[in-house]
């Protein structure tokens, strides 16, 4: 182990999960005097803005699953285990795992991410297909191809449903997934499937509980995106709460049947379990009877409110960062939405001020370089709000979404290999490879990461 000039040991740092905001703890801390431990329950690091190209067969899952332990070899002395981590004991300060002993650390990063939020919708846990993991795009995208197959082999399926695919939420990921769809159903399957009516019978609904789609957004984009989504076929119903998911149909509240054998739920987020757990452990502890007195209870969506310099109330060796934390940017005082680059500068600002504790400084609060909000509906249409009063749509918005996208990716070769494989896509309107291996189908169950 390396030692510290007075030769004591190097501080302890874990880092739970692999995210974006476990990254960028990971990449802050590259030239601190620290011994690094990264946990992540896969081997490999996602992507998330672009699961909706896996599931749409544009890009292959291995580039947007980066292998952790190859972006490792550019940080020394990181060390990573796949483990699932099933604990968190703040008094005795450290890891629960599966499989493997505790992790003592002295100081913690908690990236864990989220689940998806069924809202207690009916049937959903069993029959609808979260997108939130690689694996649910992989699940999509064998469920897109294996439907097809199967309306190939018996076109009456078509009658009944089977080429009607339903998206729950319409909020950027719902919006972008029913655009791809669409773009998919028409200018990839038509061909692929001459002897079927496609065009006529393939069907994208997406539905939304609320009256608009993109709810953050300025009325403007949100007519945009809607408008666009028309224009590529998408059926958009807003006001539309889905009550019942069952195999072979949805019931909405109205009482309206849609028959359909896909239904895709990208209607919310809730902070990982383990954020509950930490909760109640922090409560159990005795720091938490004056820390639950300051308002610890977890916030909107299960998340867990931090201090300004996001370390946990009642524990400053803890901090939690990304979607599980609910942030609250210091210079506007406004919480920070679940996003890849609040994420990401969240993890940063954590691994920085890890940095300076060992330095002996104080914390700094976090403070969010906003870049704009944004969501793409198709080939060269896209939504972007930045901040102030500025918008953009169209083309513009596209490249912009591209860009900011394309940065926050791993690894440059990566980076080349998705833009290769993304302007074919755009130029040729042809996707990847589309062959359907066994095992990628519906087991494990829906929502397992
Ligand atoms: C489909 C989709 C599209 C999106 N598009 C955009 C976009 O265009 N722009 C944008 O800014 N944001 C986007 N987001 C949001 C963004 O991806 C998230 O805000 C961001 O990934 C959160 O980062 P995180 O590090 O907190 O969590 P994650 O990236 O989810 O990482 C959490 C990590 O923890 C690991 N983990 C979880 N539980 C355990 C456990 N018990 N044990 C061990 N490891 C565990 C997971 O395997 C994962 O690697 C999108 C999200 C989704 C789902």
């Given at each position: 182990m390396r030692k510290m000039?007075?030769?004591?040991?190097?501080?302890?740092?874990?880092?739970?999960?692999?995210?974006?905001?476990?990254?960028?703890?990971?990449?802050?801390?590259?030239?601190?005097?620290?011994?690094?431990?990264?946990?992540?329950?896969?081997?490999?690091?996602?992507?998330?803005?672009?699961?909706?190209?896996?599931?749409?067969?544009?890009?292959?899952?291995?580039?947007?699953?980066?292998?952790?332990?190859?972006?490792?070899?550019?940080?020394?002395?990181?060390?990573?285990?796949?483990?699932?981590?099933?604990?968190?004991?703040?008094?005795?300060?450290?890891?629960?795992?599966?499989?493997?002993?505790?992790?003592?650390?002295?100081?913690?990063?908690v990236g864990l991410g989220a689940v998806a939020n069924f809202h207690g919708a009916a049937g959903a846990k069993e029959y609808a297909l979260p997108m939130y993991t690689l694996r649910d795009a992989v699940r999509l995208r064998h469920q897109l191809l294996a439907t097809l197959e199967q309306v190939d082999r018996n076109p009456a399926l078509a009658d009944d449903g089977a080429l009607t695919f339903c998206i729950v939420g319409g909020g950027p990921t719902g919006v972008e997934i029913a655009g791809a769809l669409a773009e998919f159903f028409h200018s990839v399957a038509a061909r692929d499937y001459p002897n079927l009516p496609i065009r006529d019978q393939s069907r994208v609904v997406l539905l939304e509980h609320g009256p608009h789609l993109l709810q953050p957004f300025k009325p403007r984009l949100q007519g945009y995106a809607q408008q666009a989504l028309e224009k590529m076929g998408v059926q958009v119903r807003t006001g539309q709460c889905v009550q019942e998911?069952?195999?072979?149909?949805?019931?909405?509240?109205?009482?309206?049947?849609?028959?359909?054998?896909?239904?895709?739920?990208?209607?919310?987020?809730?902070?990982?379990?383990?954020?509950?757990?930490?909760?109640?452990?922090?409560?159990?502890?005795?720091?938490?009877?004056?820390?639950?007195?300051?308002?610890?209870?977890?916030?909107?969506?299960?998340?867990?409110?931090?201090?300004?310099?996001?370390?946990?109330?009642?524990?400053?060796?803890?901090?939690?960062?990304?979607?599980?934390?609910?942030?609250?940017?210091?210079?506007?005082?406004q919480v920070l939405p679940q996003l890849g680059s609040v994420a990401q500068q969240a993890g940063h600002h954590a691994g920085s001020n890890i940095a300076r504790r060992v330095e002996g400084k104080e914390t700094l609060p976090f403070e969010y370089f906003d870049k704009g909000t944004m969501a793409t509906v198709g080939p060269g249409a896209a939504v972007v709000q930045m901040p102030g009063r500025r918008a953009m749509t169209g083309s513009a918005a596209f490249a912009a979404w591209l860009g900011v996208h394309v940065m926050l990716l791993t690894g440059s070769e990566e980076k080349a290999g998705v833009l290769v494989d993304w302007a074919w896509s755009l130029l040729t309107r042809q996707r990847g490879k589309r062959i359907i291996l066994s095992g990628e189908g519906p087991d494990p169950a829906p929502g397992d990461a």
């Open positions: 000039n007075n030769e004591a040991p190097q501080p302890q740092v874990v880092i739970l999960g692999a995210g974006f905001a476990g990254m960028g703890a990971v990449r802050k801390l590259k030239h601190s005097p620290v011994k690094v431990t990264l946990i992540d329950q896969n081997d490999y690091h996602t992507f998330q803005p672009l699961l909706y190209q896996v599931a749409t067969a544009v890009l292959a899952p291995n580039e947007v699953g980066f292998p952790i332990r190859q972006v490792l070899h550019q940080h020394e002395g990181a060390v990573f285990h796949t483990a699932r981590v099933s604990g968190i004991d703040l008094d005795q300060k450290q890891v629960l795992l599966e499989g493997m002993p505790p992790l003592a650390y002295d100081y913690l990063v998911i069952a195999p072979e149909h949805i019931i909405l509240r109205s009482g309206e049947i849609l028959k359909t054998r896909t239904l895709i739920w990208t209607a919310g987020v809730q902070a990982n379990p383990l954020a509950a757990s930490l909760a109640a452990s922090l409560s159990d502890s005795q720091a938490n009877s004056q820390a639950n007195s300051q308002g610890i209870e977890p916030g909107k969506g299960g998340r867990i409110p931090v201090n300004p310099d996001l370390s946990l109330k009642g524990h400053p060796e803890v901090f939690i960062v990304g979607d599980m934390a609910m942030i609250t940017d210091s210079k506007t005082d």
